[in-house]
């Protein structure tokens, strides 16, 4: 077995063991690693590179729809946390608690955030006094603890990092359009951005943010068929502004409560795209948040140094001018085949080779990650037809994914329907609801489904639609799926 | 007195009492505010913005110099934390410790990270084989905790941010260049985007990093004559390599240990922009850093709306398109003349004020933050004059800095002159030292000076050089003061 070979053959085939596939291909491709604590991950610099573009692609929305970045502290006095009843029961089960500060004992424990609200609620009661110190549209970009039982790399880590968005507005029209522009400013980035679709909607009660009125998600189907939350946009209504005592005078010199939204999302998306779009032979990185877009392989034969590295590096050089984010590996260590392997395994989505007689032709050989398809272009022509290539590959991760959801879709209406597809094919499950709580938990007990979303947009609702598993008059169509 | 002289009387001046000018500063700005937590406190927008441009232009440096980042956890087990025992000797008495997580007490406390060289070592270790692996070259934006007891917003905070780089080499040779690398760096970061002057050299082994082998710093003088560390570089020798097994096999298949290096800048550079560059009026802010580099304020007298908004939408636009952060505030619910004082003490760099009578003859006013001058330039010629304007802005804050602390450096051959200068003057004060600790502890408890750096650059020597304190032969030239 060749060098090669073996290096792709590590890999566990997706189809045979799609969770251990996942680990390997994090760990393979270096995109992180275990920490020696439990549930704890080390973001390796290629990983990180990831979630530096998405970081950079994200804030940049979040700063065009007139938010701000702020940084509020990492510890949260218990009593803070107690002060929204439903917020700390919610969250209490998962707290880490610094009890120790230098050699002393403290006399109240410190939560390590699991989120924001509460440490961001007594500084706005403190900010906000008058309706013209409102909206307040911070956002914060930090690191979160929550004490999980299972983990899984990306997934779900006991600390992740993410941004956390926390508004207050003087109307309840106001939050609830700020809830609703920022879960569409979600979409739009994970569809543009991540070459992922998503079903937007609310959540059912059971699935809120403990603390909100009102949790409204993006969710999205992974390549194995089980869903995968992506994002999600609360309306808080007043609660914490009643329980922090956010006051303001409203334009009428009333005192009221004010209204707020808060918002995340998280390293859980570069988890979303691995598993969005890997492969047998490992990742495929959509082009606009994949840290290396195409690498240059020259082919070191005969006196290469000479006749093709030269004309390498000055594609690479006209290739950064484009913008294009390159990599030449002139490395003598490694051969071109193993390097063909080792970034098809990265998912960099091009791959430039150079040999002695396509530098004799003026030509270039590209190599489509997504596709294996091969073509021949100019060097001259290169930075044009690469920023073209990087459009085409980014447009078709995301119409495979698409076709892949709407394969996996389908509707249910009776309840051995129901159970039968997401037994037997997965994905997501379109069935009608009664909206009643017994249902969604009888449906989650029997067959691990859960309702992921109540879509935004709706549908042509069907003469009589009834509950799948009640058969009572419907409240709403609903998303279910075995979900991570 | 009229709401504008208020606004500017409502801060304490600086000659007055620095201390208080400091924190009121960083209050009525709205940089920053107390937590409701001891030692705490909370980074508000805009100064959050000034640390993101930090960020920005450093992290630019950190790349261009070959570094990439990663992301490693917050918690580190305290078995690490105690296999290099100067490392913890140093640091436990700042830690804070998680005891307990969800429910459960925790069999091994987990130090919040007061530094991660202890939980990066074992990662390090199970990633580097072979010296093909070598030099790694990673850096971390991260939150750290020490549980200080005296604090003060931005200079010494319980949490605070910043960047670390944790590097390893083949040699010791490579590490004292990377060390030294990073020193030149950071200089040439803090002067050119900060304005503020800096003298790079080492530190004395007192203090040294706790586990460094030795330890470089850039100090900085603040405007009232209190110097400030503003970085720090540290060679580390192989004092981690062991501690926590970080072996490679070297170049003639010899197991070695690496050598490594550690260096980090915090959010304590905001603090060092208000104190080098503030006056009484507030805040003057470099142009590199400053959130909002020029505010439009337009004159609201007669048919403003009509007769003067207009253009200065216009400047604001041409001045976006040239890359100024430029701000137009047209609110209605404040006077120019609020606004004047307002941004004044922000510390915006300029003000351009357009009036009625301006844009009948195509001009507008520009008044600098740093010196008070005012200036008419035409409508069009605005964007590259403004552009120009600002360079000397920054210039001429380093200039200012740098010919304050050339003015507040005192040379003292006796141990009079010495006290007598450390008491009266202030500032640096440079002598000879002959390198026993004895002399240092001395000077310490006697004057509450310390000694900064020895400087990397040497001065021609005196025949007869001897200690300032002990009047042996002196060792080195030393930079002492009294610092933050």
Known sequence: MSKDERLVKQITPKTEDFSRWYTEVIQKTELADYAPMKGMMVIRPYGYAIWENIQRLLDRRIKATGHVNAYFPLFIPESFLQKEAEHVQGFSPEVAWVTVGGKEELEERLAVRPTSEAII?????????????????????????????????????????????????????????????????????????????????????????????????????MSDGKALQMGTSHNLGQHFSKAFDIKFEDRNQTLQYVWQTSWGMTTRLVGAVIMAHGDDSGLRLPPRVAPVQAVIVPISIGNWRESVLPAARTAEDALKSAGVRVRLDAREEFTPGWKFAEYEMRGVPVRIEVGPRDVKAGQAVLVRRDTGTKETVALDALPTRLLGLLGEIQA????????????????????????????TRRGFVKSYWCGGDACEEKIKNETMATIRVIPLETEARPERAVCVCCGKEAKALAYFARAY
Chains 1, 2 share one sequence.
Not at 405 to 410: G, K, L, P
């Open 121 to 221: 609620g007594p500084m706005y009661s403190r900010w906000i006094k008058s309706w013209r110190d409102l909206p307040v549209l911070i956002n914060q970009w930090a690191n979160i603890v929550r004490w999980e039982k299972v983990t899984r790399p990306f997934l779900r880590t006991t600390e992740f990092l993410w941004q956390e968005g926390h508004t207050c507005h003087e109307t309840a029209e106001e939050a609830e359009d700020e809830t609703l522009r920022i879960l569409a400013m979600y979409k739009e980035f994970v569809e543009t951005e991540l070459a992922i679709p998503v079903i937007a909607g609310q959540k059912t009660l059971r699935e809120k943010f403990a603390g909100a009125q009102m949790t409204y998600a993006i969710e999205a189907l």
């Open 396 to 423: 078709t991760l995301f119409r495979e994914a698409l076709a892949f959801r709407e394969a996996n879709t389908h509707g249910a209406r009776t309840y051995e329907e129901f159970t039968a597809t997401v037994e």
